[in-house]
Structure formats: C-alpha cells, structure tokens
C-alpha cells in the first residue's frame, strides 16, 4: 500500500477494511481469534475496539496463510462447531457467505473453500472440481494448460469442521519452493482423509483482495453502490446517488432527502423527513425529523438538530445542541454550544469558543434572536426571548427577554461624500497626462 498505516486499517466507507471482516463474521455471536503480525497494536486497537472478547495472537514470523491460523492454536485447541478463516483485507464479503460455508459443513464436508468466477483468472488458484468435490487447488504457476482455463478460482477463505480443523493444519507441511505453510495444501489432506472438500461460490467483488490504492478505491466504488443501493431500497431519496458518500453506520429514517454532493461522514443518523441539501458535510451527528441542512453546511462531531431545526448555506457547527425549530441559516459558525428552541441566528454570527488554550460554552434561550454579525465571546448566556443587536459583541450574560446593543456611536457628516468626489476629481484633473 505505500503507507505507514497497516493495510486493514486503510478506511472503506470510512471505517477500517478490518472492521466491516470482523463485522460480517460476528454473526450467532461467534467466537473471534484474530492474528495480527509483530508491532501492529493499532490493528490490536481496532479489534479491542469492536469486539473486546476477541483473543488477539501475534505471527512473530511470516511462513504462510496455514502458519498465520495455527498462530491462533490456543483458541483452536478451545473447539468449536465450525473453524472459518479469513483475512483483513476483504471488506466486501457478506455475513451471508460465512453462513453458507457454515452450511457446507453442516451437509457433511470436513472443508469449505469459498470460490469465485473470475473475469480474468490469470495469476489465481484454480479450483479443480469433479462430481460436485473440491479435488485440489491448483497455482496458476503449476497449472496446466486445461487448468488455466478454469475460471472458478480460489478466494483464500475456508471453514473446517471443527472436530477436525486442528489435525487437518498441524499435517500442512512446508515442503514447497518457500518453505512456508499453506491453507490451499488442507484439501488434500481433508480427502487423503476420507473426508470430502466442497467449494461455496461467490460474486467476484465480494471477495476482493486489497493491496494496493488502486484495489482500495475499486473497493470504496462497489462499497458505495451497496450502501446506496440499500438506502433507495430503505426510501431514502437520493437525488443523485453515484455523487453521495455515505459511511457503513450512516443510518435513515424515512422520507429522507438527500440532494447531491453529500458527504456522510461515520455516526450520522438522520430522522424521518429531513433534507440535506447540496455539497453538505456531516460528521458525527444527529438530524432531527423534518430538519433541513445546507446547501454548503459542514457539521462537525457533537452537532445535534432538533426536529424542525434549520442549518443553512456556509454554515459551521461542532458540539452544538440546536433544539426543534432554531434557525442558523447563512454564513454562521457556532461550536460549543446550545441553542434553544425556536432561537433565530443571524448571517455571520460567531460563538467565539477558543482562547487559543480551552473551549468554553455559548447558551443562547429558546426564542432568542441574534442580529447579523453578532460575536459572542463565550463563556457567556443569552437568555430566552432575548435580542442581540446586529453587530454587537457580546461578552456579558443578557437576561431574558433584554435588549443588548453594542457598537459605536454613529457619526453622520452631510454633503461630505459630494465634495469628497469633487476633491478627487479635481486632484485627477491636475495631474500630468501620460504619454504612453
């Protein structure tokens, strides 16, 4: 991947790739093992994260798919109905394919090997199958010619039957070009067994693998399609859906709204009725029903819209509670901060949160009314009903229901604009003409 960051944790749909694998094979509430390699405490993190029973085991050396899962031998020894491997770095694979392996194994096989039709085999395992049985996987560098052209290949995941996973993986040997132990050397053991070995197949993009920036944004673009897809499915209306990011936890109510160039960033719910208007962000937040929000609104985390609420163009919230029916509606920033219901918030105004050390809170009362170009220096609280003058500067509490007018006093000069011109148009008709 050409980055410091280990590879499943790059982001699709803006959670780690990991996270949407351990996601998919949680399913029945199964026991999960997960094999990081040697230094990778952030991988460590996420899975602590999400699944804090999850045993953790570390790879000290790298000698193979088979080596990595015996890694885990601890919790292999604990048994189990079934054993499914599989890797980090396939986000796209469903619960449902975990299932129908789990399935496979239940009908009598001793090994599942989950397989796909490929548009262009070249470079995979093929699956060799006769009479409905997995016979071998064979690399595309030993394949024969008649090999080659099978288009049925090998997507890395596998369910043993967990009576016998652990004798199966302790008689892979390492006797290959590498020396390193490999799964796909599993289903001859399975038949030289007496057991059978059957393939479970999947569509092609489900079992991507990721190892470069390229493979990622594919990835990110079938992701995509699958949440929009289920959102139009849920009633969401997306006014144009290949231009709407969403994330794997955005959720909907019904009767959304979303026009295009949205960004969804992770934790946003959105309630019934809501509008998003045009080229919003929105991250870490919560919509009330029926609130409406943008065009050009960027919600940053801890941002919560009342029902009805309204956040309009070039508008900036962080931390801001804004109950049912307040308005911020143009050209506005207010973070750390709580507005009540029905409060109206004019064009330009600022909560001015930051000392360049700590954040403090702005309280601004139901049915108060900010004037345009209005700075509230927090800590400070406008009371319900009160009335902040256009372009004051607010660094005291107004009481409920007050007045709070803060400017200079206006001068006003006449005719002083008339011979203003007249002195600059007489200057200019003074000077010199040039002669270029």
């Not at 220096?377 to 009335?387: D, M, R």
Request: charged share 25%; with cysteine.
């Amino acid at each position: 991947m050409r980055s410091r960051l280990p590879k499943v944790l790059h982001a699709i749909a803006g959670e780690p790739m990991l996270a949407h694998v351990l996601r998919a094979a949680s399913g029945d509430r199964a026991r999960l093992a997960v094999v990081v390699g040697p230094d990778h405490e952030p991988v460590a993190k996420v899975v602590q994260q999400m699944r804090p029973d999850a045993g953790i085991f570390v790879q000290t050396e790298r000698l193979g798919t088979a080596h990595a899962v015996l890694a885990a031998r601890a919790a292999l020894a604990e048994g189990a109905d079934d054993i499914v491997v599989a890797f980090g770095d396939t986000p796209l694979i469903a619960a449902d394919t975990f299932t129908r392996l789990r399935a496979a194994l239940a009908a009598g096989a001793a090994l599942a090997v989950l397989g796909f039709r490929a548009a262009d085999p070249t470079g995979y395992g093929r699956l060799i199958v006769a009479d409905g049985r997995l016979q071998a996987i064979r690399e595309h560098a030993d394949a024969s010619c008649a090999e080659r052209a099978i288009d049925l290949c090998n997507a890395g995941v596998m369910a043993f039957a967990g009576r016998e996973a652990l004798a199966v993986l302790e008689r892979i040997g390492n006797a290959n070009s590498k020396g390193e132990y490999y799964l796909t050397d599993a289903v001859g053991i399975v038949r030289a067994m007496g057991r059978e070995a059957v393939v479970v197949e999947a569509d092609e993009d489900e079992v991507r693998g990721i190892n470069t920036k390229a493979q990622l944004a594919e990835a990110e673009q079938v992701m995509q399609r699958r949440l929009r897809a289920a959102a139009l499915e849920a009633g969401v209306t997306l006014v144009a859906p290949d231009t709407v990011f969403l994330t794997a936890d955005t959720t909907f109510g019904r009767d959304v709204v979303v026009e295009p160039y949205v960004v969804f960033g992770p934790k946003v719910s959105v309630a019934d009725g809501a509008v998003i208007h045009a080229f919003s962000h929105l991250t870490e937040a919560r919509i009330g029903a029926g609130a409406s929000v943008g065009p050009y609104a960027r919600l940053r985390p801890g941002t919560v819209l009342g029902d009805g609420a309204r956040i309009g163009n070039f508008v900036e919230t962080k931390a801001a509670a804004i109950d049912a029916g307040a308005k911020v509606n143009h050209l506005t920033y207010i973070g750390d901060a709580h507005i009540g219901a029905k409060a109206n918030i004019g064009a330009g105004t600022i909560t001015c949160n930051y000392d360049g050390y700590d954040k403090y809170r702005t309280e601004i009362g139901a049915g108060a009314f900010v004037g345009s170009n209005s700075s509230l220096v927090a800590p400070v609280t406008v009371g319900a009903g009160a009335y902040v003058g256009s372009g004051s500067v607010v660094t005291e509490n107004i009481p409920d229901d007050a007045l709070r007018v803060e400017r200079s006093t206006q001068a006003t000069r006449p005719g002083w604009a008339r011979r203003f011109r007249e002195r600059k148009e007489a200057d200019r008709a003074d000077r010199p003409k040039s002669k270029g």
